[in-house]
């Protein structure tokens, strides 16, 4: 890959001078804290050494080399950086709703790394996000997960090259409104949508047949076998067959959930994560057993009647099934304080302070593919790490200081009230008014537009 | 001058022509039948191209064509005399991508059984058989604007969705003759969605550009298959496969339209990724994103305007907190950034050219003082309007300098080039000879050394009734001026775009200035917003003067004052 050197803005005030086609690595001593491996128990009074961007020593008294900084984080937490499983936080697109599988959509094709909410989730201590597309298809496209590494102004610097391929999926409500009900073809039904996948997934058998036919032949004297067809939509399909993508599955209902169960069983899918999965504690050990887990909202339902049957104790009850759980935002405002909705899970289930902080960070990452590199301290992981004032479960807890590949990309000592990368040189400057948003939960985003005739009808509820 | 020889040398030559001319003679009741088409611009300082510290020559053109450059040129006697003593002579400008005189083509019907997450094609703005040729109107008031400004060439981008089409190169010579020079230049992209249907938004477009290219390789691959071997099923390229086919054998370079640094950026990722030959067109906002320009070795077209200051203007000094200030600070970065760009270019080392598209004729001279204000070398804004566009649209052996064998496209100016006073008195494209008026400027030390109230002797305050001339008709409604606390502002109505009755904006940057009055309103139309600019000259109680919108061009506008202020 050719090096690129050039200079990006220098009043981000964050001390990226300079940012490279390739990402920055930092190195880094963090000294004297109470580090929360997640993984490995708490260490009290203990430090970190990150070098390029790997933690390469835990332990005490530990001196920083040459040229590398220290920082003092004497009564203060060390975590590693969040990870939310469902966020549609740096992108400018989230659903292509116009067709009931768009698995060739790529949302790394429509990442922005200016977006805010970036920032903000790095105050909230979230290095890593899963950037999904939206659940108004039954097969939507193929996510991307970014690693927060403000500043930069290109899209490749905050995609986590080395995370697997991720796709969403959506059942129940929000696919047959907006294709059966809002535009009168398949699914207009739960059935509607289980026929879609099965449909989709043997298209996709035919398809992958078609082209090793067609490889076969191709070489061969007097072949008269021309090209299939190129789709990348069937291809991908092909590819969660065997196994190269993890489909990340937006779910409430436990006949969905359980539904399918059943198909990935009979397609032999094993990469199966179920979202919100409101009513997932019904189909706990099904879930445990066949899937990669669940992640849930931790006390957030009735915004539609699919999500009416919910409890706070969700999570608990998956967790002490032996699933995989974890907490997510779905949201640019939850995002921000994960850390106290993992809390709700010692307050709905008594989880200990490990689990609820598994909930964030491990769990997460390995729902995604990427525990061998981030979600916990541990030697030769990525240094993706979060200084908190307090226990992060604590209602005070305050990050300080948030590192991606041990690079600081957040400190609540140099936030500025004006962290936007960029400003439009016309930009007439309003005063500016604080109001909540109602309307932050993306996930039926670029929708509306689409089916404008039924807006009024059926587009109020969202998610 | 070699009478003589004159004499002996194109005697056959005239009396050829001459019989020709017989042969053909017929009457021409318009009386607009030029007399000659062969002209001398004598004696005149030409600058053949960027960098010539320009001398004195006689540049001979007959039929379009540059005849000659020099000092001891014979002229025919059917030539027409330029007299070129005080006139400056450069090449005529060249728009790398432009849309005038383009009309959107018409939505195709949907079928009664339209499938919006199948749509064909054609509905979905998937047209890239379609040539801009075939919507172009070589007589237009944007083509009649861009020529005043010097353009005497332009790559014309068809209109419509995701891929609506080939550019065309087209001189901006006389309406009635075939202008084209290259058909099928470039195939036009950019990143509409269609609406309501596949694709609906970026990420679609994306991914149905990838699924278009993959396909139409394959469908290439087949017809090989197909023609070497026998008993081979049939291929069946689609309308779009085929019109691909010369993008995906690299013959035809897409012009990519992009405008932010991440638009800029997704069409380098995808270009990468496929490897078709691009030109990036459109370009706004890219001072991030040149150096991965400059590793792509992707020639540019950016936008002939810069950012306006409007919001610049409207920073107030007082009254604001110091968080607002700090506000203040970041646009006005922005807006100095902005204005450099170009010349970042240019420090670069990158091929650019300007597109017209978005931009007003009438500001050119004002846009390229800005760029050369901040930083844009007078040779570098030359190249960018004449050789290097000639480059990029691959005609450099046609255009872009004053040699003799190229086409006749030549800017006369009243002195040299990019001087605030400068005016352009004749453009000749295609060897058709445009005269302007050149206005003697006021003195503008006088007017601008006093205060604007001493224009009172203008009346200017109260009622005007106005009517303007555009394409569509002729329209009009009122224009209320009031000076309140010394600025002048005030209302004016119009016939309501979207449907019957008319329309009202409040008037913006108002000022009056001697005579000339100009103002600013915003037209809000189908979702955008559009400012249009007026502008006129008062004489008691008439005005007269121009209207003019983005993208469309300059209209004659006409008011009266019908009941004036008391109070002034």
């Known amino acids: 890959m050719k090096k690129h050197i050039y200079l990006i ?74 990870i939310d499983a469902h966020s549609h936080v740096g992108l400018d697109v989230v659903n292509e709703a116009s067709a009931p599988i768009t698995s060739e959509i790529r949302m790394k094709d429509v990442v922005n790394p200016t977006d805010m909410g970036i920032y903000r989730a790095l105050a909230g201590g979230v290095t890593v996000s899963h950037a999904m597309h939206g659940s108004a298809n039954v097969v939507g496209g193929q996510n ?33 409104r907006v ?17 879609v996948i099965r449909n ?80 997932g504690f019904k189909v706990a050990p099904e879930i445990a057993e066949y899937t990669m887990g669940a992640s849930v909202f931790a006390d957030w339902w009735a915004y539609k009647m699919e999500v009416y049957y919910s409890t706070a104790f969700n999570a608990a009850i998956l967790q002490k099934n032996g699933a995989l759980t974890s907490i997510n935002s779905d949201s640019a405002e939850l995002i921000r304080h994960l850390y106290h909705e993992a809390a709700k899970t010692q307050r709905y289930g008594g989880l200990t302070d490990e689990e609820a902080l598994a909930m964030i960070t491990i769990n997460p990452a390995k729902q995604l593919g990427i525990e061998d590199k981030v979600g916990s ?66 996930c039926m985003q670029d929708v509306d537009a689409y089916f404008e005739a039924f807006q009024g009808a059926f587009l109020k509820e969202k998610h | 001058m070699n009478k003589q020889f004159l004499k002996a040398g194109m005697l056959g030559l005239l009396v050829a022509g001459w019989l020709s001319q017989a042969a053909m003679a017929q009457s021409d009741p318009t ?100 040539s801009a040729s075939d919507a172009y109107a070589a007589v237009s008031t944007q083509i009649d604007d861009w020529r005043k400004a010097g353009f005497t060439l332009s790559q014309v981008v068809p209109d419509g969705g995701m ?77 779009t496969q085929t019109a691909m086919m010369p993008v995906v054998q690299k013959q035809l370079p897409v012009l990519f339209a992009a405008g932010s640094e991440l638009e800029i950026r997704r069409a380098l990722a995808l270009q990468k990724e496929l490897g078709f030959k691009m030109i990036l067109t459109g370009l706004e906002n890219y001072e991030s994103v040149i150096g991965a320009i400059k590793s792509s070795g992707t020639p540019v077209l950016i936008k002939l305007q810069v950012p306006d200051d409007k919001s610049i203007k409207a920073q107030k000094a007082e009254g604001v907190t110091e968080a607002t200030k700090a506000q203040y600070a970041r646009v006005k970065e922005s807006y100095d950034k902005a204005l450099k760009q170009a010349a970042q270019l240019e420090k670069a080392g990158i091929l650019f050219g300007f597109s017209t598209v978005d931009a007003k004729a009438a500001d050119v001279q004002k846009t390229l003082k800005a760029m050369m204000d901040n930083g844009l070398s007078q040779k570098a804004a030359f190249a960018a309007l004449t050789t290097n566009p000639a480059a990029i649209l691959g005609v450099s052996g046609l255009v872009g300098t004053i040699e003799k064998g190229k086409l006749a496209n030549l800017v006369l100016t009243t002195d040299t ?32 050394a006093k205060p604007e109230t001493a224009s009172n002797a203008v009346q200017v305050e109260g009622v005007w009734e106005y009517t303007s001339e555009t394409p569509a008709g002729s329209s009009g409604g009122e224009i209320t001026l009031k000076r309140e606390n010394g600025a002048l502002g005030g209302t004016i109505t119009y016939d309501d775009p979207t449907g019957s009755g008319k329309a009202s904006a409040p008037i913006k940057n108002a000022s009056l200035t001697g005579k000339t009055i100009s103002f600013e309103f915003d037209v809000a139309a189908g979702g955008m917003s559009l400012t249009v600019t007026i502008s006129g000259e008062i004489n008691g109680k008439n005005m007269d003067g121009s209207l003019s919108v983005p993208q469309m061009g300059s209209f004659p506008v006409k008011a009266t004052l019908s009941s004036p202020s008391q109070a002034n």
């Open chain 1, 9 to 82: 803005a220098a009043f981000l005030g964050l001390g990226v001078g300079i940012s490279q086609a390739q990402v920055q690595k930092g190195s880094v001593l963090i000294k004297n804290a109470t580090v929360l491996t997640v993984t490995k128990g708490n260490l009290e009074s203990s430090d970190v050494l990150v070098q390029n961007g790997i933690i390469i020593q835990l332990g005490k008294n530990l001196t920083a080399p040459a040229g590398v900084n220290t920082i003092d984080a004497s009564g203060k937490y060390l975590m590693p950086g969040i």
């Open chain 1, 144 to 176: 991307a997960t970014l690693k927060h590494r403000w500043g930069s102004m290109d899209p490749a610097d905050i995609i986590m090259q080395d995370a697997p391929r991720t796709i969403k999926f959506a059942l129940g409500e929000n696919p047959t």
């Open chain 1, 179 to 195: 294709h059966g009900r809002g535009n009168g073809i398949q699914p207009r039904s739960r059935m509607g949508v289980e026929a």
């Open chain 1, 200 to 279: 989709g997934f043997n298209e996709a058998i035919q398809y992958k047949k078609a082209w090793e036919t067609y490889q076969l032949a191709k070489n061969q004297k007097g072949n008269t076998t021309p090209p299939p067809a190129y789709s990348e939509r069937l291809q991908t399909l092909a590819d969660i067959l065997d196994g190269k993508i993890i489909i990340h599955c937006h779910s409430y209902r436990a006949d969905e959930i359980y539904m399918l169960i059943n198909v990935i069983k009979d397609f032999n899918i094993k990469k199966v994560v179920f979202q919100h999965t409101n009513e």
């Open chain 1, 377 to 442: 301290i541990e030697v030769g992981k990525q240094a993706d790490l979060v200084i908190f004032e307090g226990h992060p479960l604590s209602s005070y807890a305050v990050p300080q200081m948030t590192f991606v590949d041990g690079v600081k990309y957040f400190d609540i000592k140099k936030d500025n009230n004006d962290q936007r990368q960029w400003v439009a040189a016309t930009e007439m400057v309003e005063p500016i008014f604080l109001r909540a948003n109602e309307e932050a939960h993306r």
């Open chain 2, 31 to 130: 009386g607009k039948r030029r007399v000659t088409s062969t002209y001398a611009i004598t004696n005149a300082t030409v600058f053949k191209a960027p960098g010539d510290p320009g001398s004195k020559a006689t540049i001979l053109i007959k039929d379009g064509v540059i005849l000659g450059v020099g000092s001891s040129l014979s002229l025919p006697k059917e030539a027409k005399i330029i007299a070129g003593d005080s006139l400056y002579v450069y090449p005529g400008f060249i728009d790398g991508a432009g849309n005038m005189g383009i009309t959107k083509p018409k939505d195709v019907e949907r079928p009664k059984d339209f499938v919006s997450s199948n749509p064909a094609d054609e509905i979905a703005g998937i047209t890239p058989w379609r």
């Open chain 2, 163 to 239: 891929l609506p089409g080939k550019t065309a190169l087209v001189l901006l010579g006389d309406g009635k003759a075939n202008n084209f020079l290259k058909l099928n230049a470039a195939l036009a992209a950019n990143y509409r969605s269609s609406r309501g249907m596949y694709p609906a938004t970026l990420a679609g477009v994306m991914a149905k550009f990838r699924d278009i290219y993959q396909n139409t390789t394959l469908v290439l691959e087949h017809e090989r298959l197909f023609t070497f071997t026998s008993g081979v099923k049939r291929p069946q390229a689609t309308p």
């Open chain 2, 417 to 448: 080039l990019f001087k605030e006073e400068t005016q352009i008195k004749h453009v000749i494209a295609d060897g058709y000879v445009f005269d302007y008026e050149i206005k003697k400027k006021a003195v503008k030390a006088e007017t601008s």
